[in-house]
Nanobody, 115 residues
């Protein structure tokens, strides 16, 4: 069983930065694709950024140039560095692990961008 635990959310002013981290249990992390998703009130969950087990990344157009996803296979962690935050980035951010057809989600961490 895989468990994902997110951390690093909080309240930040527009233009500020936050770094989210997701720690994964289990031995399949290095074989898995990882992603960060977010869900704002009244909206569907959407992909923010993803990284394959080979290190290839992709980003939502809305965060390109501002967010960076990275993984550390030695520590079983994936991080999301978020810069130049905007109020529209406010959401609950979720970590996702996919190994073959198995998908696991963390419980999420709240990010609020407000002055």
């Amino acid at each position: 069983q895989v468990q994902l635990v997110e951390s690093g959310g909080g309240l930040v002013q527009p233009g500020g930065s936050l770094r989210l981290s997701c720690a994964a249990s289990g031995s399949i992390f290095r074989l898995s694709g990882m992603g960060w998703y977010r869900q704002a009130p009244g909206k569907e969950r959407e992909l923010v950024a993803a990284v394959t087990n080979g290190g290839n990344t992709n980003y939502a157009d809305s965060v390109k140039g501002r967010f960076t996803i990275s993984r550390d296979n030695a520590k079983n962690t994936v991080a999301l560095q978020m810069n130049s935050l905007k109020p529209e980035d406010t959401a609950v951010y979720y970590c996702k692990l996919q190994y073959m057809t198995s998908i696991y989600w963390g419980r999420g961490t709240q990010v609020t961008v407000s002055s």
